[in-house]
T-cell receptor, first 116, second 113 residues
Framework: DAKTTQPPSMDCAEGRAANLPCNHSTISGNEYVYWYRQIHSQGPQYIIHGLKNNETNEMASLIITEDRKSSTLILPHATLRDTAVYYCIVREQQRAGGTSYGKLTFGQGTILTVHP | KAGVTQTPRYLIKTRGQQVTLSCSPISGHRSVSWYQQTPGQGLQFLFEYFSETQRNKGNFPGRFSGRQFSNSRSEMNVSTLELGDSALYLC????????????FGSGTQLSVL
């Protein structure tokens, strides 16, 4: 799986959009970009994933650049409960007979602090 | 439906002892993965089980083992505990280990004294 680079920490004001960047310059064509977050004392939580098109769900939006070398996770209206460590993960498409069953490779992530 | 359940939530052991942690996946999920989280190494993959078979394994010594039962519940065992085994142990479940989403439990915090 390709390596990702994220800023170690970011701040955001409550109610504003939080934009979390991720660089994955060595990503290959069959690798997806996943975002998970981990709130203190809990297990990681899936947020969103995408291949090359922008994606949106009830939690966030994922913007992937055209060359796919970087992406941005957007939390449109951050709340205090969004304070967490956010992990950007690049993972190859999984298929039966593959070798990465159940495996995610986590980096150090970005500590997002949402303040009042 | 209920999420991934891990027991116990906290555990204190001494060096040389062995420990067994339990994980109950989401109903219908057949894949269970285990992760170790420490401040120094972050989240690291231990192994994955599907239909009672280990399909994938991370780079951990043989003291770390696991198994899965026919109801998909899983246990992991650490023998001859070392101080460095102190960590948060997380279990994750998914339908088949191939899909996009892993659902994590809250973990078992193991302290080795």
């Amino acid at each position: 799986d390709a390596k990702t680079t994220q800023p170690p920490s970011m701040d955001c004001a409550e109610g504003r959009a939080a934009n979390l960047p991720c660089n994955h310059s060595t990503i290959s064509g069959n690798e997806y970009v996943y975002w998970y977050r981990q709130i203190h004392s809990q297990g990681p939580q899936y947020i969103i994933h995408g291949l090359k098109n922008n994606e949106t769900n009830e939690m966030a939006s994922l913007i992937i650049t055209e060359d796919r070398k970087s992406s941005t996770l957007i939390l449109p209206h951050a709340t205090l409960r969004d304070t967490a460590v956010y992990y950007c993960i690049v993972r190859e498409q999984q298929r039966a007979g593959g070798t990465s069953y159940g495996k995610l490779t986590f980096g150090q992530g970005t500590i997002l602090t949402v303040h009042p | 439906k209920a999420g991934v359940t891990q027991t116990p939530r906290y555990l204190i052991k001494t060096r040389g002892q062995q420990v067994t942690l339990s994980c109950s996946p989401i109903s219908g999920h057949r894949s269970v993965s285990w992760y170790q989280q420490t401040p120094g190494q972050g989240l690291q993959f231990l192994f994955e089980y599907f239909s009672e078979t280990q399909r994938n394994k991370g780079n951990f010594p043989g003291r770390f083992s696991g198994r899965q039962f026919s109801n998909s519940r899983s246990e992991m065992n650490v023998s001859t505990l070392e101080l460095g085994d102190s960590a948060l142990y997380l279990c994750a479940s998914s339908l088949d280990g191939i899909g996009e989403k892993l659902f994590f439990g809250s973990g078992t915090q193991l302290s080795v004294l």
